[in-house]
């Protein structure tokens, strides 16, 4: 038994999803200080809740959870095809297609395979819905983020590029 569950996130989970965005978002302002910042956390747990209550339709929030505790969750949804994909170069364009917005797992609980668990989940659901690829992205000079996606089957198909002005 591995102690922690996976469920489909609900409103009443925005505090607990509040206080893993925050941590996440410490952990990446350690690796990028100039793209990342930790969030307002007045009224975040709030605004999560409101946006759980949308979930279901065409996207969707799994959460872990460990004796009461949200420990990780991942945000997927669905994107349809595109009305000018006959035109487009890209092939997928014309198809229904997933996206993974965010997945996040307290410290103190990676590997103990609930990422893997919670990407698993929110594949399901988008393979069930139609998508025939999913997309993600994550920073480049992520330790930790880049071998993951690498080690569950995900492959770098481009390079977003930036310049600050």
Not at 4 to 16: E, F, K, L, Q, V
Request: charged share 25%.
């Amino acid at each position: 038994m591995n102690g922690w569950t996976i469920r489909p996130g609900r409103p009443g989970d925005g505090a607990g999803l509040a206080s893993l965005h925050v941590a996440g978002g410490k952990d990446y302002l350690e690796l990028d200080p100039m793209r990342f910042r930790i969030p307002d956390e007045d009224g975040l747990a709030e605004w999560l809740d409101e946006d759980l209550a949308t979930s279901g339709g065409s996207w969707v929030c799994f959460v872990a959870e460990e004796d009461g505790r949200i420990v990780g969750q991942v945000e997927a949804r669905l994107l349809q095809p595109m009305d000018s994909a006959r035109y487009q170069l890209i092939h997928a364009l014309g198809q229904v297609r997933g996206e993974v917005n965010s997945l996040g797992v307290l410290k103190s609980h990676r590997r103990r395979g609930i990422g893997r668990a919670l990407m698993q989940q929110a594949e399901r659901w988008l393979a069930d819905r139609g998508a025939v690829v999913i997309e993600l992205d994550t920073l480049a000079r992520s330790p930790e983020s880049v071998p993951f996606y690498e080690a569950i089957g995900y492959r770098p198909r481009s390079i977003v590029f930036e310049r600050r002005t």
